[in-house]
RNA sequence: GGCGGUAUAGCCAAGUAGCUAAGGCGGCGGUCUGCAAAAUCGCUAUUCGCCGGUGCAAAUCCGGCUGCCGCCUCCA
């Protein structure tokens, strides 16, 4: 048997079925108005497993990973912290893409900013607005939510649920307190984009529908996200975007479980979070994905120090039994592929199919064996594993940072000459800059 | 209040009807070792939140109860 998945639109575990050639795979990714956390990390190590084991299963993927650079929490940021919010969301998506980079998060085809897509957002509200899904009231649009007849199907909420649950005072111009907002009128001193509707930006939600379809067309096959999205933003994705085309706009909906501090959600709205940076500062990449991984991705992980503690001593088992063999074949037959391949395709189970690995270091231990080693060390890269450099990930973020750091300092006193020769060195060791003004995003190449 | 999820050893975590309930961490004992550490070997759940039911057979299905978590408001 094939992959097969949970899908949270019917609750079912199903056969994986891809539409076409190839698989298009949309995740929502983080609104930059802060720093990444570990739940935050959770969500793109699950994308990271799934679009490594589909092309391990012989898929080609397309993926998008959008940013929601403009929404009010940042706009609210800049007035507070008085600074641009354009540097605010591009100070995290930097963080954000700098740690995926060492966690081994496998990069998406495309990062779509919502600021940059402003056009297909437009058209995408005008034409809700000209199939009467959508109305224009005082410069704002909303989505008339009672028109879309399968509202709630993802989240099983009914429409006479949301009323009696609704717990906050509805805007005066909505039709119906369930509407939501597809474009916003700019308030003074808000950033804001011309539209038809006058100055405005765009509502929560709608951005994904447009740089989804815009990417991946207006169905494709998997949709991530954390499980705190299925309820309003995914719902009101698929009305938006079915309302729009009349086609289906998602086959499979995949939602990602809690990391979770003392049995409560991480959130950054409450501030109850621990931040990647300072995770890594302590706990190497392997690790923390060996934590992560250790627990199938729908169920909550607790995040403890004593949890990642565990984590390093399994991993270290593994890490070692293979480190006793100085050459390994890189091309093998790899050893209990069956079942680790059923475990993995038995939605995504992970803690499975890490237990075939430890059966495998098992194994490896009755019998020194050049095939157990190579095996393993197979699956770990299957699953993601760096390639060792171990316990050199906090320290290299650190010295990039460093680095980062004088070099813009150099940039900022127009000393461009040594800026650039600090950029070429660093483009020789594989890690690439791109200047924007204020900051420098890098990626690492693999080597 | 409505809806959804979850409950398996000291801790974490697979398992959704049928061989002895994966695997990891920890603990205990052995091997190795000048000692310690590391590594390694062995042991570590007659039992799966509670009560009842259906099966020849249930952790796994059905009904009820309880605990915990989440969503219904911004959230990965």
Redesign the pocket.
Known sequence: MGLRLYNTLT?KTEEFKPRGDTVGIYT????VQ?PP?V??I??AITRDILIRWLEYSGYTVKSIENF?DI???IIEKQRKNKEDWRIIAHRHIEKYLRACDILNIKRATFYPWASQHMEEIIVLVKKLIDKSFAYEKKGDVYFRVRKFPNYGRL????ID??I?????APAESKEDPLD?ALWKAAKPDEPSWLSPWGKGRPG?HIECSAMSMHYLGESFDIHT?????????HENEIAQSVAATGKEYVRYWMH?????LG????????GHYFLIEDVLKNYSPNVIRLYLL???YR????FSK??L???K??Y??IK??VEEFKELPEKIEPLMLGEFTE?MN?DL?T??A??KI??L??KG??KKSVEIAASIKHYLAVLGFREEVESSGELSYQLIDIILHIRNKLRNEKKYDLADEIRTDLENLGIKLADTKGVSLHRLEDK
């Open positions: 609750r929502c990714g983080l609104t802060g956390h739940g935050h959770r969500s929601t929404d009010d929490k989240s099983k909420k009914s649920e949301l009696s649950g609704a717990r906050i939501f929560w996200g954390g499980e705190d999205l299925i309820f309003p933003h990602n479980g809690w990391v979770t049995g409560e959600k991480m959130a950054k709205s409450t250790k627990t199938q169920n909550q992980i607790e004593d949890r503690d565990e984590a001593a399994a270290s088992r070692i039994y475990a038995d189970n803690p499975k890490l237990g430890y059966d270091v098992k231990h009755e």
